[in-house]
């Protein structure tokens, strides 16, 4: 396409790769990618945190289901665009800005996906745990988080999709650095071959906390249950 158009808005893989280069010599892409990766590390740490909490209360009691589901249903529902416009506004150029943006987006789909993985626990393994007498943090480590492990893992992919997106519309409207500003000086620019640039360097990253470290992380998790059913 870039070969036969001829236009400058729809740059060859050279160029982007020249960009691409550039940024990555330079030093502006470690730098920038560290930036958002740290907002992004602790938003979705607060968001993990909580939401834990919240989905194993949600899969435990049917009153509490019933009274936080409204909340979830509607933070799920909410574009990200509007969580991030409203933090920029209330919180400004601080760090509470981007970290509570990405805890908003990602909370509601790893809660939704906690309550349903403890809601599909065996009950003899709850039965077995009241005889016994386990304490709360017994309960946590043995019995409600290697239960619930693949639905985690299915809500942190989504919760850390949707804090992708929205780390990037928070740094474009509100912050002067991070990956989304960069895109925002290349696009201000009329650098189309920069912006595709930087997108390449941001897909690469997701890609390798993806299959580097969830993947990783989720097969280390789940190695009791394969060893179980030898």
Known sequence: MAHTSGSALIPGLGAVARNLADITTSGALAENVRVTLTRVVLGFAAAFVVSVAAGIAMGRSEWLRRFLEPAVLIGLATPGLVKALLCVIWFGVSLLNPVLTVALAAAPALTINVAQGVRSVDPALSEMAHVYRFDALTRLRYVWLPAIVPDLFTGARLGI????????????????????????????????????????????????????????????????RRVALR
Do not use: C, P
Request: hydrophobic share 60%.
């Open 161 to 224: 999709a949707m804090a992708w997106k929205v780390i990037v519309l928070v740094e474009i409207f509100g912050l002067a650095d991070g990956v989304g500003y960069q895109l925002n000086l290349e696009f201000s620019q009329h650098n189309v071959a920069g912006v595709l640039a930087w997108t390449v360097a941001f897909a690469l990253v997701m890609a390798a906390i993806e299959y580097g470290l969830l993947q990783t992380l989720e097969r280390r998790a789940v190695r009791w």
